[in-house]
């Protein structure tokens, strides 16, 4: 299971993604995990019709896409899996996908309570998700588009 990327983006799909994300990591296969879309056919099919042809789209709940990343844990396919929220990002964790690495680019949640970046925008129960994913040695960047530097988020005072 290579996963090349995992991205908390509370857009899922959109232009960084297609055109930044998926041809710097040279994905084969994204994974969309969120429990509200699974259950969204019509959201799902457009979605779907965004991505390449190129690429494979498994969009479904957090439980069947970690699912998928540990029965599939032999595959040569270049995943990339994104998530709108750090705490699905904990989720899979919990459920045993391993990563060493969290990409954050996109998230405004309406009542937020720390602005990590012009594009980061967190509440208690996210910032809490993040600090555990931190706790257990994964590094977390802020980075929007591949060709953007990537912010450590350790070196961020707020977290």
């Not at 041809?23 to 965004?50: F, G, V």
């Not at 960047?141 to 977290?159: C, D, G, M, W, Y």
Request: net charge negative; proline share 3%.
């Amino acid at each position: 299971m290579p996963i090349v990327l995992i991205r908390v983006d509370d857009r899922l799909i959109h232009g960084q993604i297609l055109e930044g994300w998926l041809p710097s990591t040279r994905a084969e296969e994204l994974l969309i995990a969120n429990d509200a879309l699974a259950e969204d056919e019509l959201q799902k099919m457009i979605m779907e019709s965004a991505i390449p042809y190129t690429i494979s789209v498994v969009i479904d709940s957090v439980e069947r896409i970690a699912s998928i990343l540990l029965n599939e844990s032999s595959s040569q396919t270049r995943r990339m899996v994104i998530v709108d929220k750090p705490i699905d990002a904990l989720r899979l964790r919990k459920a045993g996908v391993k990563f060493d690495m969290l990409n954050l680019g996109n998230l405004a949640e309406a009542e937020y309570k720390t602005c990590l970046s012009r594009s980061i925008a967190v509440g208690e129960e996210c910032l809490n998700a993040l600090r555990e994913i931190l706790d257990e040695g994964i590094r977390i960047n802020i980075q929007s588009v591949p060709f953007e530097k990537a912010v450590e988020l350790h070196t961020i005072r707020e977290i």
